[in-house]
Structure formats: C-alpha cells, structure tokens
C-alpha cells in the first residue's frame, strides 16, 4: 500500500511541485565592475554580495568591463565570490584583463559578448613594468587554484600570467594567454558567447524573474565624493587653515570644531575604502603632537615645528594612496602625483591665506562678531594687579622650567612668570620688564 502511495507521489505530485518551483519569479541581482580594481571596487563588491546574501535574491550577474588593477584588493573579491553560496556570472562586456580575469574565474560561469577577451594577467607596476617574481609566483598560485576551485584548466590559468609557461596546442612560450571569446568557449574560459543579461537568463531557463540593479547607498555616494582630490584639497585647508586662526584666536571654538569636522571628513571615506591604514592616521597625528610641543613647550628650536610638518604632510599625501608600509610598487604614477598635488596645493593656498588673507579675515564684520575686538586696559579697571610695579627691573632667578610660562623667585618670594616666547631654564638669573597683572613678565639677564 505504502509503495503505491509513494509511486503516485513520485509520478504526478513531485512533477507539479516542481513546476511550481520552475515558475516562481527569480529575483537576480546585477552588479557591474567597469573600473580599474582597487580600494572602491574592492568595497563596492563587498557591499553588492551583502546586498545578494539577502533572501530574496537567487542569482547575482556581475557585469565586467576593466583593465585590471591592484592585485590585493581582487584576491580579495575573488574569496568572497569563492565563499557565497549563491550562483554567480560573469558577462565580461568587452575586457577582463589581468585582475579582471582572476575575478571571472572565480565566479560559476562566464558568459563572454562578441569582441570580448579575457586573460593577460601579468603582474605590472604603477608605471607599467613588470613587477619582481615574487608577485608574479603569487598571482600564479591564487590563478591555479582559483582555477581548480572551479574546474577549469590551472596550467592555462597560470600561463595567463606567466610567459615562461607554454600549454600544449593553446600558447607557445614567450606570449602570455589572452582568449577570445570563441577561445575561451574551447578551452574551458566561457560557458557560451552571449550579448546581453536576458540571454544569460534565457540560456539558464529562467522565464519569470526581476532584474535589480544594484546601487549603492546615498552614504556611499557620499563617501566616494569626499574621495575626490579636489574635494581633499579643500578639507586639508580647512584643516590647517582652523588649526591657525585657533592659536591666533584662542576660546573661540568654531576654527577648531571646522578643522576637527574636516578631518572626520577626510579620514573616515579612504579608511572605509581600505585606503587609509591605521598607521598613516597615527603618523598624522604624532606630526600634530610635534607641531604642539614646538609651540607651547620648545618654542624657539624649529626642529618639532619642521618634522611635525614633514611628517603630518607627508602622511596626508599616504592616507590617499593604496601602499603597503611605503611600498609604492602598485602605486599607479598618476595617483601618486594626483594625491601629492592635492596635499601640496592645500599647503600652498594655507600659505597665501596666511600671508594675504588673515588680516582681512580678522577685520571682517563676522569675525568682530565672535572675537574680542577692543584691549582689556587696565586704566579701564579690566585687569587687577596681583604684584606690586615695584617688581619691575628687578633681578631674580627661574625657579622652574619658563616655556614660556613657570615660576620665578625674587627676594626669596615665588611668583607666577613667563617670557615673550623665550625657554628659561631653571636657576637662570632673570629680569622683570612688565607687570602683566596676573604674572610677571621676565627675560634672562
């Protein structure tokens, strides 16, 4: 009885269940890749396979159209495509080249247009040359096995990137593997030769579905505007441009809360792209602290003035660039002169706002409104004498460290001093010049 019941099942049941399965919509969600490889698409394809891992997608269709790019960001790509558990396709629209290449491979099937090619994976600098062995032997390993995770050739992937390696029939030693669209389809590269995404999906059977154009998020796009080098350029005079008017205004507060936002803004974008390392931010911000201790601590000596400098620019033009700990071998020429023209511009226009600017500024009518215009005299019972006039000229010692403010002692008494900016050492023999009120004015004898 059990077995005629299971027999009906398998033979009219189990069939309808299936057509019904067949004809439910399929939600598929198309993501495209038609730049250079880096920090951006990098964070992009991890937003679109989050985006995918949701339940209401079955398929994801990466559309490909790129030249290649950093090596490290598509090894990253291609482990997540490797580790989603959903299908992925490629459709390479033209060009799948060196990184762009490793990525298809990854994915469950290519689909390559008429016209298309794929391959040509040789490591290259920023400048073009070829890069050392070592990357070379890299990009060859994560090639093969890349491959063999999806059970396509490893020698032809591995020849795609080195030109010492000759394959049987499909390349001769010497000329890297770069396929056709027809070469690709014979040997393993491509499941067939297909010109748009609803031929994909016509060649998969699939009648009911809903394409979904995947965009990023009105946060995102406003990250990738802050990534501009124009728009950097403007946040780093900001930057600088509150740290000053702060020192020259101190208590104010709006130059400095503009600078600190301008910072947020133009940290938080290249680090969240992957761009900006921790120890870049840190090494901008040692620069600041050096900067500080050539103001108010060692006034006068220059060097933590000109290193805080150096160091702070210098790790503003890093936080642009994709390096590794000053390894600039994937650097492209064009980025690197992009970022330090942006970075030195900034200082440059910080110079001339100084040197043209900052009288003007200061007269204006909205800066009279926030800042002390008229002098606290003393004639107008603004400032209290704490020490008596006849202090002054008289001759005392440092009793602490004067940088530029510390302690004094005149007549065996402890007074509260400074200088006009310049370092006293302790037990130096000082002179009073001026009675500020609440402090003594002093300077070494």
């Known amino acids: 009885m059990y077995s005629n019941i299971l027999k009906v099942f398998v033979l009219f049941v189990l069939p309808i269940f299936n057509i019904l399965a067949d004809n439910e919509e399929k939600n598929i969600l198309l993501g495209k890749i038609d730049n250079n490889i880096d920090p951006r698409t990098n964070r992009y394809s991890k937003l679109l396979l989050e985006e995918a891992s949701k339940d209401e997608y079955d398929i ?3 559309e490909m159209d790129t030249y290649g790019g950093a090596v490290n960001d598509a090894d990253d790509i291609r482990t997540r495509i490797l580790d989603f558990e959903k ?39 920023g400048d073009g040359t070829q890069a050392p062995d070592k990357y070379q032997s890299y990009m060859r390993s994560i090639m093969r096995s890349t491959a063999e995770a999806k059970g396509r050739n490893p020698k032809i992937a591995e020849a795609m990137v080195d030109e010492d390696i000759s394959v049987d029939s499909v390349s001769m030693e010497g000329k890297v ?12 590269f491509c499941d067939a030769e297909l010109n748009s995404i609803e031929e994909i999906l016509d060649r998969q059977k699939l009648e009911n579905y809903e394409i979904i154009k995947f965009e990023i998020g009105s946060a995102e796009s406003i990250i990738s505007f802050f990534l501009n080098p124009i728009v950097s350029s403007i946040l780093i005079l900001l930057i600088l441009g509150g740290l000053y008017f702060e020192l020259q205004t101190p208590g104010v507060g709006f130059p400095i809360m503009a600078s600190i936002t301008a910072l947020i803004l133009y940290l938080v974008p290249y680090y969240l792209n992957g761009v900006a390392e921790n120890w870049e931010i840190i090494l901008f911000f040692i620069g600041i602290v050096l900067i500080i201790i050539e103001v108010f601590i060692l006034p006068g000596f220059g060097v933590f003035g000109v290193m805080g400098l ?19 071998t994937f650097v492209l020429s064009k980025d690197l002169v992009n970022s330090s023209l942006s970075v030195l511009i900034s200082v440059f226009s910080f110079l001339l706002l100084i040197i043209f600017g900052g009288v003007k500024i200061t007269d204006s009518t909205a800066f009279k409104k926030i800042a002390l215009e008229q002098t606290q005299e003393r004639s107008k019972g603004f400032i209290s004498q704490k020490y008596s ?24 008494k402890i007074y509260d001093a400074s200088t006009s900016g310049e370092f006293i050492e302790k037990n130096k023999i000082i002179t009073v010049i001026s009675n500020e009120g ?3 004015k002093v300077k070494k004898a």
């Open 60 to 62: 994801v269709i990466i």
């Open 310 to 328: 150096f160091t702070s620019i210098g790790s503003l033009i890093l936080i642009m660039l994709n390096n590794d700990l000053f390894d600039f």
């Open 389 to 412: 006039d006849d202090l002054v000229g008289m001759k005392g010692k440092s009793f602490s460290v004067l940088r530029p403010s510390g302690k004094v002692t005149i007549k065996d």
């Open 177 to 188: 593997i770069t396929f056709s669209t027809k070469e690709a389809m014979k040997y393993g």
């Open 87 to 125: 299908p992925i396709y490629v459709w390479i629209n033209k060009d799948a080249a060196s990184a762009g290449a490793l990525i298809s491979i990854a994915c469950d099937s290519i689909y390559m247009s008429s016209g298309a090619s794929i391959g040509a994976a040789t490591v290259v600098t």
């Open 438 to 440: 609440s402090s003594l």
